[in-house]
């Protein structure tokens, strides 16, 4: 089938909603999501969104810029943040007016509480900045602006998975769409198309990303031709559970909850004096890591589950309980421990994308010379770049919705002066037949290859990372690709084969972690998560550059852009 409408937007995230919600003004306006809205991983965002609201004690939009560009230790493009500060502002009162229901200060204002690197006149200690609602932000965001959506005749097709970008030359004149329920694939003409497809962190084995994270919207406008910005910078963040990676929000140590090794240590204060365990994440993730390794680490069944301990039990039973209810559920669930009483053994877990599509401060698909017309970003699959080589905690939500919002605000104007582009209807036969030989010739199972791809990059392009390893993992992923090939389904069904997603995942999560250990491998210094003993120190006069990656078959051509550094001058890190 063939569907035709103004704007498209591609996932029903925090960055996809708000998008459709400002495109919807003027546009007739589709959202294609592979998940039912509710499930997108912005539901489990548990700490807050950032905003110098000022509710608590003195904040101001323009200390809140600095420390994102510190934070992302000066590979942030500087204007961007200073949008991404100032416009955060508006954009949670916005949300409270839609009906975001915020924890409260006793007078009644937007509750606000201390996140890592977040900080009172540039450095001098931590500041109440992450707005929250207890720790259900995201999920409370997803609500808001889900039901706005549907009010405002937002239109929904969801489980439906976009394969593949139609372009007709530089300009987007639509996507391809498999339908879960069908498995028929269609074609979206559009005159505006937005990629607001989340992370990728299922490239590593412990992850605290949802198993839908499988960066499809960055791959498919890789396989097009499009390069993909600083994909070396992933953020591991210090607090997974133990061997299961699943999220411990920074909010318990913004909440005063602190890091333990195995002697009891609190041995933050030996790697950052002033901000100790609200040290950004890319410091706190290495100072974890160095404890294991130098042997002060608790000893896990398995080597790669070594762990230390974060402490909340001082905190009080109230504290834990109003403040941090879902993360005492999760703890009592899959660990049989109560976070008011004992600590929780943690260890760092891939955690967000730094790097992705790059775009200009519109959401326009912008690679620093070509300006591609009615193609979009925003959001986690997006690189704007705000938040640089490590972003802070809450700074993605803002991102979500500040540039989300301007992204849909640029599709509403842009969409009222053009018509629809030529698309090549045959496009969704191609993949029809594709689909069809997954399931007419006998294969691998994928399973083996996923597994390998994610121990792989894990153990080799994970919190540290070295030449020869990285090496390994480019030969190991590009031989994983190679047998991709010959992977094949067990399930012929037309009807909800989920067989059939989950290798076309694959085929994105092998593509993008390709691109992510090239890069990485390429870049000889060490800058907020991207972090090389084997070049330890960072390198301004050869290194202060955003990364471009092209796709090309089993290679990757690199390319870099210019940093804004407009504002502030690069300094040395120090917290
Ligand atoms: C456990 C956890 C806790 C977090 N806590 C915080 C926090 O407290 N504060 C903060 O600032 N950040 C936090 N983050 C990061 C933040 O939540 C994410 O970066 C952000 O939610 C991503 O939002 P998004 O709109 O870009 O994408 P997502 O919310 O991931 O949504 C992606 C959407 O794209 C759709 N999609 C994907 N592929 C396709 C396809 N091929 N076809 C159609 N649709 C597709 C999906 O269906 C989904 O609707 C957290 C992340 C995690 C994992």
């Known amino acids: 089938m063939v569907y035709e409408f103004d704007a498209v937007i591609v996932g029903a995230g925090g960055a996809g909603l708000y998008a459709a919600l400002e495109a919807g003004t003027t546009a007739k306006t589709a959202v294609i999501s592979k998940l039912y809205p509710m499930r997108s991983h912005t539901g489990a965002a548990q700490g807050g969104i950032g905003a110098a609201l000022g509710n608590v004690e003195e904040d101001k939009p323009e200390w809140h810029a600095f420390d994102t560009v510190k934070g992302g230790d000066y590979l942030v493009d500087q204007e ?269 877990t891939a955690h967000y994308a730094m790097g992705g599509i790059p775009t200009d401060v519109h959401g326009r698909v912008d690679t620093g010379g070509t300006v591609y017309e009615g193609l979009y970003a925003a959001g986690e699959c997006a690189c704007v770049s705000v938040h640089g080589a490590n972003r802070l905690g809450t700074n993605s939500l803002v991102d979500l919705v500040v540039f989300g919002r301007r992204a849909g605000k640029h599709i509403a104007e842009y969409v009222q002066n053009v018509t629809h582009g030529p698309v090549d209807e045959g496009a969704a036969q191609a993949y029809s037949a594709r689909v069809a030989k997954l399931k007419t010739e006998k294969g691998k199972h994928p399973g083996p290859i996923y597994r390998e791809m994610q121990s792989v990059m894990t153990a080799k392009v994970g919190v540290y990372r070295n030449q020869s390893n990285m090496q390994e993992a480019i030969d190991t992923i590009r031989k994983l690709r190679e047998q991709f090939q010959d992977v094949r389904v067990q399930d012929t069904a037309d009807n909800f084969n989920t067989e059939v997603l989950a290798i076309l995942e694959l085929e994105n999560l092998l593509d993008l972690s390709l691109i992510t250990a090239v890069s990485a491998e390429n870049r000889k210094e060490s800058r907020g998560a991207h972090s090389r003993p084997d070049y330890p120190d960072r390198d301004d006069e050869g290194w202060l550059k955003h990364t471009l990656a092209r796709l090309d078959g089993d290679k990757v051509s690199l390319d870099y852009k210019s940093v804004d550094v407009g504002i502030w001058e690069p300094k040395p890190r120090v917290y």
Request: proline share 5%.
């Open 80 to 348: 961007a943040a200073r949008i991404l500060a100032e416009e955060a502002v508006q954009t949670v009162y916005d949300l409270e007016n839609r009906g975001l229901p915020f924890s409260r200060t006793p007078e009644g204002r937007i509750a606000q509480r201390r996140f890592g690197g977040h900080t009172r006149n540039f450095g001098e200690g931590p500041v109440h900045r992450s707005c929250y609602a207890a720790d259900r932000t995201g999920n409370m965001i997803l609500q808001t602006l889900y039901q706005q959506c549907i009010k405002n005749d937002v239109h929904f097709f969801d489980e439906f998975q976009v394969v593949e970008l139609l372009l007709d030359g530089t300009r987007c004149t639509g996507v391809v769409v498999f339908e879960l329920k069908t498995g028929e694939v269609h074609i979206f003409r559009a005159k505006a198309v937005l990629f607001a497809t989340g992370g990728f962190g299922r490239m590593f084995r412990i992850t605290s990303n949802a198993l839908a994270n499988t960066g499809d919207g960055p791959a498919v406008l890789a396989r097009a031709g499009i390069p993909m910005e600083d994909m070396e910078f992933f953020q591991f963040h210090p607090t997974g559970i133990k061997g299961m990676g699943i999220l411990i929000t920074e909010g318990v140590r913004g909440e005063g909850g602190i890091l333990l090794n195995s002697k009891g240590e609190r041995f933050m204060e030996r790697y950052a004096p002033t901000m100790l365990d609200l040290a950004p994440r890319d410091m706190v993730s290495r100072a974890i890591m160095t404890e294991i390794l130098e042997g002060r680490g608790v000893r896990g069944d398995r080597e790669i589950d070594d762990w230390v301990m974060l402490d909340a039990s001082h905190l009080g039973r109230d504290v834990v309980e109003s403040k941090i209810p879902d993360i005492a559920d999760f703890c009592r669930t899959y660990l049989a421990i109560d976070p008011a009483e004992e600590p929780m053994p943690v260890q760092p």
